[in-house]
């Protein structure tokens, strides 16, 4: 919060009473920060796609979830195991900073997975069916 209030100061005071394009808000945010979010810029304003993340794999001690839309978001992964406990992963939206799609949690390798679920309301996603694992 306070960054971004940083960053918000710092565009108006380079732009006020100039005509900046969306260009200028990107290049000042990235200035500010001292870091290229192209990664970042393109999926969100110049490719057409959607926010989406899918369950791909449930394994022992392992869940891997992968980037099926184009928008990069966090990653919120909530795992309940059999002894009725629960854990709650997260990952911020840099993690797919490098361009990869999938991203994997390590789970306690003594306790047994029964669901796992993706996401929350504050997380856009298109296809909330990939979201959702449960043991038949």
Not at 13 to 23: A, C, E, L, N, V
Not at 30 to 41: F, G, N, T
Not at 65 to 72: L, S
Not at 76 to 89: A, E, I, P, R
């Amino acid at each position: 919060k306070d960054q971004f209030q940083y960053i918000l100061h710092e565009y108006i005071d380079r732009w006020h009473g100039k005509h900046p394009t969306p260009y200028d808000f990107f290049y000042t945010v990235e200035d500010c920060l001292d870091q290229d979010l192209s990664w970042l810029w393109n999926p969100l304003f110049f490719e057409f796609g959607y926010p989406d993340l899918a369950i791909e794999q449930v394994k022992e001690n392992e869940v891997v979830i992968k980037k099926v839309g184009v928008v990069p978001v966090p990653v919120k992964l909530t795992v309940t195991y059999s002894d009725g406990s629960t854990q709650v992963f997260e990952r911020n939206i840099q993690v797919w900073q490098q361009q990869d799609d999938q991203v994997s949690f390590q789970l306690p390798v003594k306790k047994k997975v029964i669901a796992a679920e993706l996401g929350d309301v504050n997380i856009p996603d298109a296809n909330q069916d990939n979201n959702f694992y449960r043991v038949k």
